[in-house]
């Protein structure tokens, strides 16, 4: 499973071995605005093939950010599953 937690300047994806709990991987990046940041968004959540857990989902949270716009994006943009809290505004 993967993790991605988006503020409007920055982006954290963290990646966990659900079969045993370990981490398989962190990072963290700058991001630009509008399009742009949504193309390194999606590049990160690419990224994840290489790692060894290999998540097929990723939760999507954030602070300052439209959450819901970009769950859609990410959506259209990777083929893993896009998941949010059920009131991401909160």
Do not use: H, K, N
């Not at 409007?8 to 991001?31: E, K, M, N, S, Y």
């Not at 399009?35 to 959540?45: R, V």
């Not at 769950?71 to 896009?82: D, G, N, Y």
């Amino acid at each position: 499973t993967a993790l991605l937690f988006v503020e409007p300047a920055t982006a954290t994806l963290a990646v966990v071995d659900t079969a045993d709990g370990v981490g398989a991987g962190i990072r963290r990046q700058p991001l630009a605005r509008g399009d742009a940041g949504i193309a390194q968004l999606a590049a990160m959540m690419s990224g994840t093939a290489s790692t060894r857990a290999c998540p097929d989902e990723v939760f999507l949270v954030g602070s300052g950010v439209d959450i819901p716009s970009i769950r859609q994006a990410l959506e259209a943009a990777t083929p893993l599953a896009v998941t949010v809290p059920e009131e991401p505004e909160r």
